[in-house]
């Protein structure tokens, strides 16, 4: 079981912006971090808890290991407003973190 | 450019079948595992089915188990998923997605999705 913090949260453009996901057991490094927008299909932001997507922002990164990660926006900008969501990858079946949104 | 179109979704009733198609294109598809995730109105991610590059690996999620059956054509690049037995809480939008890497990967590319009703 995955849990995401928090479920939402407010920010402005150019705020450091921090969400968790925490597993119920060890996943040593198989996270994964996704965003969506409304009425799209989910994107691949960081995979392996760490390493980022081709693609994919430096602004956006990841950090953990076992059982806590987290994802970091460095300096929000307006096309990141979106929901995240983390995704463990350590065993099946695959699950999802509740999401958390971000909004203005 | 890698492609995954979803389609077959509609309004079905209760206890009513379905089966849901995912064409990809713009990479060798036989050599990829590939999944089926959903999404209920308003709600977040749930993981639904897993199937290996050859198709001899398969995993549900338990929601759908003994429900919906996985399966792939390699020689038409094609992705499926039959879903029997459906229940009102079996409706979202239905993505087919790409596992990166390996049989325990994220996935790297999504289709646009396809909407499932199941009232009546």
């Known amino acids: 079981q995955l849990t995401q913090s928090p479920s939402s949260l407010s920010a402005s453009v150019g705020d450091r912006v921090t969400i968790t996901c925490r597993a119920s057991q060890g996943l040593t490094s198989y996270l994964a971090w996704y965003q969506q927008k409304p009425g799209k299909a989910p994107k691949l932001l960081i995979y392996?808890?760490?390493t980022l997507q081709s693609g994919v922002p430096s602004r956006f990164s990841g950090s953990g290991s076992g059982t806590d990660f987290t994802l970091t926006i460095s300096s929000l900008q307006p096309e990141d407003f979106a929901t995240y969501y983390c995704?463990?990858?350590?065993?099946?079946?695959?699950?999802f973190g509740g999401g958390t949104k971000v909004e203005i | 450019e890698v492609q995954l179109v979803e389609s077959g979704g509609g309004l079905v009733q209760p206890g009513g079948s379905l089966r849901l198609s995912c064409a990809a294109s713009g990479f060798t598809f036989s050599t990829y595992y590939m999944n089926w995730v959903r999404q209920a109105p308003g709600k977040g991610l749930e993981w639904v089915s897993y199937?290996?590059?050859?198709?001899?690996?398969?995993y549900y999620a338990d929601s759908v188990k003994g429900r919906f059956t996985i399966s792939r054509d390699n020689a038409k690049s094609s992705l499926y998923l039959q879903m029997n037995s459906l229940r009102d809480d079996d409706t979202a939008v239905y993505y087919c997605?790409?596992?990166?890497?390996?049989?325990?990967?994220?996935?790297?590319?999504w289709g646009q999705g396809t909407l499932v009703i199941v009232s009546s």
């Open positions: 995704q463990q990858l350590n065993n099946y079946p695959l699950t």
């Open positions: 199937i290996s590059s050859g198709g001899s690996t398969i």
């Open positions: 392996a808890a760490s």
């Open positions: 997605a790409r596992a990166r890497s390996g049989s325990y990967s994220d996935f790297d590319y």
